[in-house]
């Protein structure tokens, strides 16, 4: 019969000691609020892509809204992409504010380019303006540039996301009062869309914004008025 010595938690069988080696690492498993918030975070670009997809249908129906959310399923999960981060909050005035203005430049800006088709004198010039956003929100940014791409006259070619800068083509800005206009109606754009979908930091800085405008005004019409003056 032989005596069997005592086990020590911290020995390996070997001899070898053991302690103060932290375990490794494992992944825990997701919670189900985490779940249901990354489910949250994409239903967003489901219901677009469903819409999407029963617009290249050309009807609505059980079939394309079945077909639509299964596509919808299945391109979200092979290619996956990370979610956008939302402010989490809605304003549904400033969002009509917004749609208002969108669709009263929509139309001025229809009519101002059929007069410049059908003018004498035609186009002046253009210009390559670049529009500094106040916003860092990526999804206030791409709607800020939808909305300008498609009203007639101007288009965004190209979106500088690091520092929130859009370059513009427009039409007949030959002068600055014409250039300052646009970053003016930029401006109102991104400043509506903040109210209603930014946070509060954003909606603070666009209210800086605002206020500087409201200070420079006053100078323009100024100096405006002595470049009108007869020499």
């Not at 079945?66 to 989490?88: C, D, E, K, R, W």
């Not at 401006?187 to 800085?205: I, Q, Y």
């Amino acid at each position: 019969m032989t005596d069997s010595a005592p086990t020590n938690p911290g020995n390996r069988p070997d001899g070898s000691d053991t302690r103060g080696i932290e375990p490794p690492e494992t992944s825990d498993p997701l919670t189900r609020r985490e779940l249901r918030w990354r489910i949250w975070q994409q239903l967003p670009l489901i219901f677009l892509l469903v819409a999407l997809w029963m617009l290249l249908w050309g009807t609505v129906s059980v079939l394309s809204v079945t077909s639509g959310v299964a596509i919808a399923l299945a391109v979200t999960s092979a290619l996956y992409l990370p979610p956008v981060q939302l402010s989490g909050r809605f304003n549904p005035f400033w969002f009509t504010v917004y749609l208002i203005r969108f669709l009263g430049a929509l139309v001025a800006g229809s009519v101002n380019v059929a007069w410049q088709a059908f003018s004498p004198k035609g186009v002046k010039g253009n210009s390559i303006i670049a529009v500094q956003l106040v916003t860092r929100s990526d999804i206030i940014m791409a709607l800020t540039a939808i909305s300008v791409t498609l009203i007639p006259g101007s288009l965004v070619l190209e979106v500088d996301r690091q520092n929130s800068v859009l370059y513009l083509h427009a039409l007949n800005t030959t002068d600055e009062v014409a250039v300052n206009a646009l970053r003016r109606s930029v401006h109102s754009f991104e400043r509506s869309l903040v109210r209603a979908l930014g946070s509060p930091e954003d909606v603070a800085n666009c209210r800086m914004l605002a206020s500087r405008y409201d200070e420079r005004a006053p100078s323009s019409r100024m100096s405006n008025e002595r470049e009108d003056r007869p020499r």
